[in-house]
């Protein structure tokens, strides 16, 4: 039986409030975004990598840069990022989708095909008509956001599309709308929310891209190791910081922006 489909979708565009065009910064002398998707294309349980912008002359270049890279290019509303996904999702003919952000240079391919894993070896992902006697299965939501062990800057969230679908026919308010999943994991008693987590608790270590100093952070990892190996990995990144302890300190006052329910 072939697998169900899967399609990695980075949300991305140029007017991000604290660090405007941050996805066009340079990186090791390529754009920040090229540089997650050239990571992303390592995932060996995802079966397409693409990227979800929204409408409008204003991401014009960022449109340019996807299409320069050779990656598939999905559009929709800038706030509405939850219709962005589904748009993607339609047109990629999706059955899963794994739910990444532009501002995670360091993700890390082996954990997200974890998550994807975790997924598939589910029994029923799809919240399939249960056996006569059973209650029926809820959708599936895998994810290691909530219960947060890995570095913020790695995140990753799948579910399937076709409860994409239903959360864009439900959700109703603003917030649900452009963050995507809170209608899903607000819910844990009608939709199931599986925690992939790590043996160690890095869940302090900040890697995510929102200012710049975290910018400035992600410049010198690469800097340290991409030039001899550029598949470097979430060991070779820790072994890079203890080796520099300072670095770690540019970016700790950083506040984490909260989602508004």
Not at 111 to 116: E, P
Request: glycine share 4%.
């Amino acid at each position: 039986m072939a697998r169900a489909k899967a399609v990695i979708v980075v949300q991305a565009r140029m007017r991000s409030t604290r660090l405007p065009a941050k996805v066009l910064r340079d990186l090791a002398g390529r754009p920040m975004l090229s540089r997650q998707l050239e990571r992303l294309c390592r995932c060996r349980e995802a079966d397409a990598v693409g990227v979800a912008i929204p409408e409008g002359d204003a991401d014009s270049p960022l449109a340019d840069l996807v299409k320069a890279e050779g990656v598939p290019l999905y559009t929709g509303p800038e706030d509405d990022v939850l219709t962005r996904y589904a748009n993607a999702a339609r047109a990629s003919q999706a059955e899963i989708v794994v739910r990444v952000t532009s501002d995670c240079p360091l993700i890390e391919p082996a954990l997200v095909d974890r998550c994807l894993a975790t997924f598939r070896s589910d029994p029923a992902p799809h919240g399939l008509p249960a056996p006569r006697a059973l209650p029926a299965p809820r959708a599936l939501y895998v994810s290691n956001v909530h219960r947060r062990t890995y570095p913020r800057g790695l995140d990753t969230e799948v579910f399937a599309a076709s409860l994409l679908d239903e959360v864009a026919r439900e959700a109703t308010s603003a917030s649900d709308r452009e963050h995507v999943t809170p209608f899903i994991y607000r819910q844990p008693e009608r939709f199931r929310l599986v925690d992939v987590t790590g043996a160690r608790d890095l869940s302090g270590e900040r890697w995510t891209v929102d200012t710049p100093e975290d910018l400035e952070l992600v410049r010198r990892i690469y800097g340290a190791l991409y030039p001899r190996k550029p598949d470097f990995d979430l060991d070779d990144v820790l072994d890079v910081l203890d080796r520099h302890p300072d670095w770690r300190a540019l970016n700790q006052g950083v506040v984490q922006k909260s989602v508004t329910p």
